[in-house]
């Protein structure tokens, strides 16, 4: 989102370099609420999976409710969703016994609305009808996109005066100490994590069979193991 922003302006309004907030939006269906990550534009580091591991961490933690059983649906956006650092970190939360089970599903090209797309739309309609000048203005526009059910919950990453209330951390980095690469990633789309398993343990179910094949992989570099199993 672009500010200053005047819904009454009859032109576009010039600016030689516009400000921009990014957002990140992580929804919740059984509590139906969607925390949406106000970027500011000086507190991006990019939006690779660093970021997004990083904003997935801050929900769980300041958001989460002790789920032992989590379902996760994302883009297929290889950069910030589906990749290594994603997969690993769905392990690492289960061998910390933070949930029991973890299922991540990667929505297929042509098939990828979900909640999200709902609480979106309540903000792109409240933010074409209000006069945005500052970051407070735009978290404003988020918390009054829903007034009745109150979907929408702002949470600024950081402030206009330099304060970080999110914090960014290199989970690239610490997680490949711990783990290995899923080879042909592309090619799965489910990833089951299970702590009644060895917890370092991931089933991916693979898009490309017409059948339905498990394929067991360990994660972590202290062993490989692969081998496919089938449903009994």
């Not at 949406?36 to 991006?44: P, T």
């Not at 042509?110 to 999200?116: E, M, R, V």
Request: hydrophobic content about 40%; overall charge positive; charged content about 15%.
């Amino acid at each position: 989102m672009h500010f200053p922003s005047n819904p009454l302006q009859p032109g576009p309004m010039y600016f030689l370099t516009p400000w921009i907030c990014g957002l990140f939006g992580v929804s919740c269906e059984c509590l139906q609420k969607q925390v949406n990550f106000l970027i500011d534009k000086g507190m991006s580091s990019g939006k690779g999976s660093n970021e997004v591991i990083s904003y997935m961490h801050h929900f769980f933690t300041h958001f989460g409710v002790g789920e032992t059983d989590v379902g996760l649906h994302c883009d297929n956006r290889t950069g910030q969703n589906k990749n290594n650092f994603m997969l690993w970190y769905g392990a690492w939360r289960v061998t910390h016994k933070l949930h029991s089970t973890l299922n991540i599903h990667f929505l297929i090209a042509g098939h990828t609305k979900f909640a999200l797309d709902c609480g979106f739309g309540l903000i792109k309609q409240a933010y074409k009808r209000t006069r945005v000048r500052t970051l407070a203005d735009i978290t404003k526009v988020v918390e009054n996109s829903s007034p009745e059910s109150r979907l929408n919950i702002p949470q600024l990453v950081g402030l206009e005066d330099g304060r970080v209330l999110v914090n960014t951390f290199d989970w690239q980095a610490h997680l490949s100490s711990y783990f290995r690469k899923l080879p042909q990633i592309k090619s799965y789309q489910h990833f089951r994590y299970l702590l009644c398993k060895p917890p370092r343990s991931v089933f991916v179910n693979n898009k490309e069979t017409c059948n339905i094949l498990i394929v067991f992989c360990v994660l972590l570099l202290t062993a490989l193991i692969q081998k496919d199993l089938t449903w009994s």
